[in-house]
């Protein structure tokens, strides 16, 4: 039976345990363990769904700080369950925080990076979420011989988190987000302080090629969302004649990523090894 200092401790003694009792016992634990994987990928499955909704009215930066609080509350309410529900509520909270995440943060990164920098600014962000992989791998290790290590690893995410939502208190909106809700001079403002330009020189003109690569940035941003404006633009245009071919290779694409069963090692290697 499930305890406080284990609630989802729902384990066979031993599944060569020919009998029903046992069968039942184990046939409850794998089905506790698979809802508590994928109540966490439902999460993130409707946050990566909000994200978008939520990055075009609220902004990519506040967008983001409502991730990583989604993500520090959802890993508290796990870390602290004595309760089977309250380890799958927190799974969905932290999955919410998760997907709205994973969605902004590389379009933050993009939008606020400059020409030269940006494809290996969004590289670094999936390398980063990789290297955390492993390291969370690392820490369960650690913490296995603990009663209440799995409170420990699911506790020490928070952390991370947190440094996320400090991190984007300090940073600027990105110029892209700025420029489309007509404030201007505030996207200027930014790209000068992302480029390491003071705002006096670019009203006076000097301090001339960083001046000339700002207002050539600038142009730019404005260009393209004036032209994203006259498209107008909706979701059945992603399925018209000479989009379709698109669409459906990023659909598959995403498919067939899955289909390599990465995230089936990756959630039940334990379990498998």
């Not at 039976?1 to 009792?21: I, V, W």
């Not at 799995?150 to 991370?160: H, T, V």
């Amino acid at each position: 039976q499930p305890t406080n200092n284990n609630p989802f401790s729902h384990t066979c003694a031993n599944k060569s345990e020919n009998n029903t009792e046992n069968k039942a016992r184990c046939k409850a634990a794998e089905t506790t363990l698979g809802l508590i994987v994928s109540t966490f990928s439902l999460g993130c499955l409707v946050g990566a769904l909000l994200a978008g909704i939520l990055s075009d009215k609220l902004g990519r930066r506040k967008t983001i700080i409502i991730g990583g609080l989604g993500f520090v509350v959802g890993g508290a309410i796990q870390s602290g369950s004595v309760a089977l529900w309250m380890i799958f509520t927190g799974r969905i909270v932290a999955g919410l925080g998760v997907g709205i995440v994973s969605m902004v943060v590389p379009i933050y990164n993009a939008e606020v990076s400059p020409k030269h920098l940006r494809g290996r600014l969004v590289s670094l962000n999936q390398l980063s979420i990789t290297a955390g992989i492993m390291v969370s791998f690392l820490v369960n290790l650690a913490c296995e011989k603990y009663v209440v290590g799995w409170r420990i690893s699911l506790g020490l995410q928070c952390i991370f988190a947190l440094i996320l939502v400090v991190g984007m208190i300090v940073l600027p909106e990105s110029p892209r987000w700025l420029v489309q809700q007509g404030h201007d001079e505030n996207a200027k403002r930014v790209l000068c302080r992302l480029r390491s330009v003071a705002r006096s020189d670019l009203a006076t003109g000097s301090n001339n090629r960083k001046h000339e690569a700002i207002k050539e940035e600038f142009d730019d941003i404005k260009e393209t969302c004036e032209n994203d404006m006259k498209l107008k633009s909706a979701w059945p245009d992603l399925f018209r004649r000479g989009m379709w071919r698109r669409t459906f290779i990023g659909i598959f694409i995403q498919i067939f990523q899955q289909y390599t069963g990465m995230n089936v090692i990756m959630y039940y290697s334990t379990t498998v090894f």
